[in-house]
Each structure stands twice: as structure tokens, then as C-alpha cells.
């Protein structure tokens, strides 16, 4: 049975990008547009694995992330940041997440910046996903 994906990237190109590579490469994918949506599809599928933007309106993929860090159920969700953000200025801004909350924020299980190479990505996937017979 293929592992399932959620994605969570607010640009529409990316989502077409990202389904097209998960699913010839054997994987379930599941889009969505939103932080919002993403944590509702998480719940809906409880996906193997979680891929997401930093840079979204309305609520930003740190606001998801921490909701999905925080939810007993789901924490144990490997997640893949994707950004054009660099991974210092995220690190910088998870730290300044983690002084107004009581619980610190882990670091993301991987994290790819922007344009995206799928192979790094599947590889990344991969590492994170070991394929079970």
C-alpha cells in the first residue's frame, strides 16, 4: 500500500510539481492549499508524512507546524519544511517561537529550500519513509 503524503504549498505550480513527483515515485499524495486545509487533511489521512511551505498567507507553515508538534496524535508525523527561506532565517524565527511558549519547538525532520530538486526531495523521503515490505 503506497505511503501517504499530505503537501501544503499556497502556489499552484508547486502543487502540480510535488503531486506529479509523489505519486510516480509510488506515493499517495494529498494537496493542499493552506495551513488551514493541511492540518485538515492531516487529520483526515493521517498521512506517513508531511510536506510544507514556511511562506503562506493567513497562517504560515510554522503556525502549522507548531500546531502539528503540539497535537498528541500527530506529533509523531515526520515533517519536510520546503521554502524559499533560507535554513538559518527559520531557525532564527523557530527560536523566537520557542521564547513565547512554554514548549520548545523540535526542528523540522528535513528541510529543502527552494527551487526544489526532486531528487533531493525523494531521497530526502526516503530517508524518512523506509520502505517496508
Known amino acids: 500500500m503506497a505511503k501517504t503524503i499530505v503537501f501544503v504549498d499556497d502556489d499552484l505550480d508547486m502543487r502540480i510539481f510535488l503531486s506529479t513527483v509523489l505519486k510516480t515515485s509510488g506515493y499517495a499524495p494529498v494537496p ?20 510544507m511551505d514556511v511562506m503562506m498567507p ?8 507548531r500546531e502539528l508538534k ?13 521554502t524559499g527561506v533560507s535554513e538559518k532565517a527559520f531557525a532564527h524565527h523557530v527560536r523566537m517561537v520557542n521564547l513565547r511558549i512554554d514548549e520548545h519547538l523540535p526542528p523540522p525532520d528535513a528541510y529543502l529550500e527552494k527551487p526544489l530538486n526532486p531528487e533531493v526531495l525523494l531521497a530526502a523521503i526516503q530517508r524518512l519513509l523506509p520502505k517496508t515490505e
Open 70 to 82: 503540539s497535537d498528541e496524535r500527530l506529533k509523531h508525523i515526520p515533517v519536510i519544511m520546503l
Open 32 to 51: 493542499a492549499r493552506n495551513a488551514v486545509e493541511g492540518m485538515q487533511k492531516v487529520r483526515e489521512s493521517s498521512p506517513d508524512l508531511v510536506i
Open 58 to 65: 493567513k497562517a504560515g507553515g510554522v503556525t502549522m507546524f
